[in-house]
């Protein structure tokens, strides 16, 4: 029951086997296919152009610089991690000064990719200010943040973000859309001579720190203006841990790979079980 739950990371898994095989020559993209834009190594499944991708893992290589399907889509990746099932993108900041109405700014992972519940939070940056985050997994969802600081000596100096020119909050899982806005009925007028602006984003909370300077002008938007990083989880396939396991031919990539006895070690993940199960018996 919960096993069959669980994603099963088939690439990661493989892909994994492969390059304990070879920590020699470790060819992360299909054979033929670009390996590499910028510093970023691309593995497969993901891939550029016709052929060097799996369905939903295509990315362009622009200016050095990596995006899911085109950089129309503003998802810039920059970090991918094969065993995690993880990619580190930059999503933007949503904003409002003083004198402006709305403000918001929306993600669309696509399918097989979601915002990571665990990793990310729902931040906010101001001194009179609710943020709300709308979105969806299988439901429509919401969250919501608020700060509140009436003048300068009311910001927290200490690098918390504590309600006091800075509030975080939890997101619900398996996003696959959100959209980051403000409440209109709180704005920046009574405090816009130490805050003008308003700012708010989904980013990592492990990143983030607040410091009191991200309310002055427009600080915070200048020092993060190529967006803020997010944590995305990715699957490879819809397949399933108990399905995935019967049927090796799946393991292209696992051919003569042997295993020792220690397990690599690796963060996160819900797919832990369904690769352990696989390097056992891939082993
Ligand atoms: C390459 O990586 C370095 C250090 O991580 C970073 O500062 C630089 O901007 C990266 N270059 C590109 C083109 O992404
Ligand atoms: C790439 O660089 C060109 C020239 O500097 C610029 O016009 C274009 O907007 C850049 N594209 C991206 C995706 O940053
Ligand atoms: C990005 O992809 C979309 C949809 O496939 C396409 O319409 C658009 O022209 C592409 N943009 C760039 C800059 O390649
Ligand atoms: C990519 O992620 C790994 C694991 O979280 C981390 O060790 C590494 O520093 C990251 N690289 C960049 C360029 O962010
Ligand atoms: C709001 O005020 C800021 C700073 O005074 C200014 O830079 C910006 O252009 C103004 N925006 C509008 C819509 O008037
Ligand atoms: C987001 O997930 C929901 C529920 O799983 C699905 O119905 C919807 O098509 C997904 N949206 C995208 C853009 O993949
Ligand atoms: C995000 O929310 C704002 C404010 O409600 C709305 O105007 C905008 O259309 C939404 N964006 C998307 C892409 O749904
Ligand atoms: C096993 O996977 C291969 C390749 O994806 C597929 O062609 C085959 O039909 C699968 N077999 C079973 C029994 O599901």
Redesign the pocket.
């Known amino acids: 029951e919960m096993a069959a739950a669980l994603p099963c990371l088939i690439f990661a898994a493989s892909l994994m086997l492969a390059s304990i095989k070879s920590s020699t020559a470790s060819r992360m993209a299909k054979p033929g296919c670009q390996e590499t834009c910028g510093n970023l190594t691309i593995p497969y499944p993901f891939g550029i152009g016709e052929g060097c991708f799996r369905e939903g893992f295509d990315v362009s290589c622009?200016?050095n610089?990596v995006?899911r399907h085109n950089?129309s889509s503003r998802i810039k990746i920059y970090n991918i991690s094969l065993l995690g099932g993880q990619a580190r993108v930059t999503t933007l900041i949503a904003s409002k000064c003083f004198n402006e109405t709305g403000g918001w700014a929306w993600l669309n992972t696509g399918k097989f990719f979601t915002i990571s519940t665990k990793a990310n939070k729902l931040t906010a940056v101001g001194c009179n200010t609710l943020a709300f985050l709308g979105g969806f997994n299988e439901h429509r969802v919401g969250a919501g943040c608020f700060s509140m600081c009436a003048d300068r000596r009311s910001v927290d100096e200490s690098g918390q973000c504590s309600g006091m020119g800075c509030c975080q909050t939890s997101i619900a899982p398996n996003l696959n859309f959100s959209n980051v806005t403000f409440d209109d009925r709180f704005d920046n007028s009574e405090v816009s001579g130490f805050n003008p602006c308003s700012y708010a984003f989904v980013a990592e909370q492990d990143w983030f720190r607040f410091e009191a300077s991200y309310l002055e002008d427009n600080k915070l938007k200048e020092k993060f203006k190529d967006g803020v990083p997010t944590l995305l989880d990715w699957v490879a396939g819809n397949e399933y841990c108990n399905e995935a396991v019967k049927n090796m031919s799946t393991y292209a990539w696992k051919k003569d790979a042997k295993v020792g006895n220690s397990l690599p070690s690796f963060g996160f993940t819900s797919s832990y079980l369904c690769i352990h199960l696989k390097l056992f018996l891939c082993s």
Do not use: H, I, R, T
């Open positions: 622009e200016n610089s995006y950089s």
